[in-house]
């Protein structure tokens, strides 16, 4: 029974992060006057701070060497990124923005590439980290997102597209391995 209620909660952590992060932000909006724009949300919040992270078990042994992972970033937010120096095209994330953390702090290789909304689309941001000591699951990267003011957020929530684990040889870690996320309004 406690097996299967921590499996629950690890399931319900996203849902219920991004449930506290909507429901601050609403209420932030909430005022006694009257007046204003009110199709423009009125809080101090300008970052949300989000921490990636897997769960689930590795098999015969195994750690995570590398991590592929595509995330939908939904209208009203972005992230700091200039061109890359070699392709121009591409938008590779500043200092900072992406890091890795908590599990994959040590001796992780990170790059992160963004992909702004384009009409209706949303923006799409890539994480790569690998690691040649290979780390376990739980938290591997951390993502601060900016807020814009113009109506955060359009659509409810980010959406994990792409998600891919490999061992530290390379080869396909096919066990239920499965990302997750937590954010914080900051």
Same mark, same amino acid.
């Given at each position: 029974?406690?097996?299967?209620?921590?499996?629950?909660?690890?399931?319900?952590?996203? /849902?219920?992060?991004? !449930?506290?992060?909507?429901? =601050?932000?609403?209420? =932030?909006?909430?005022?006694?006057?009257?007046?204003?724009?009110? =199709?423009?949300?009125?809080?101090?919040?300008?970052?949300?701070?989000?921490?990636?992270?897997?769960?689930?078990? !590795?098999?015969?042994?195994?750690?995570?060497?590398?991590?592929? !992972?595509?995330?939908?970033?939904?209208?009203? /937010?972005? /992230?700091?990124?200039?061109?890359?120096?070699?392709?121009?095209?591409?938008?590779?994330?500043?200092?900072?923005?992406?890091?890795?953390?908590?599990?994959?702090?040590?001796?992780?290789?990170?790059?992160?590439?963004?992909?702004?909304?384009?009409?209706?689309?949303?923006?799409?941001? #890539?994480?790569?980290?690998?690691?040649?000591?290979?780390?376990?699951?739980?938290?591997?990267?951390?993502?601060?997102?900016?807020?814009? #003011?113009?109506?955060?957020?359009?659509?409810?929530?980010?959406?994990? !597209?792409?998600?891919?684990?490999?061992?530290?040889?390379?080869?396909?870690?096919?066990?239920?391995?499965?990302?997750?996320?937590?954010? /914080?309004?900051?």
């Amino acid at each position: 029974m406690r097996t299967e209620s921590i499996y629950i909660m690890k399931k319900l952590t996203p /849902v219920l992060g991004l !449930l506290l992060v909507l429901t =601050s932000m609403q209420l =932030s909006g909430c005022g006694g006057g009257g007046g204003g724009n009110p =199709s423009v949300p009125n809080h101090q919040d300008t970052k949300l701070v989000m921490k990636v992270m897997t769960s689930g078990a !590795l098999t015969n042994g195994n750690l995570i060497g590398a991590i592929d !992972l595509t995330v939908e970033v939904p209208g009203g /937010v972005s /992230v700091k990124a200039t061109p890359d120096t070699q392709n121009p095209s591409i938008l590779v994330t500043d200092a900072g923005v992406v890091v890795p953390s908590g599990a994959a702090a040590a001796d992780s290789l990170l790059v992160a590439t963004f992909a702004p909304p384009q009409g209706n689309a949303p923006g799409r941001l #890539r994480i790569l980290i690998v690691n040649a000591n290979g780390f376990g699951t739980g938290e591997f990267a951390t993502v601060t997102f900016d807020l814009e #003011r113009s109506g955060f957020p359009n659509t409810s929530e980010p959406v994990v !597209l792409n998600f891919t684990a490999s061992a530290q040889a390379g080869q396909a870690i096919t066990s239920l391995l499965t990302p997750g996320y937590t954010a /914080v309004l900051e």
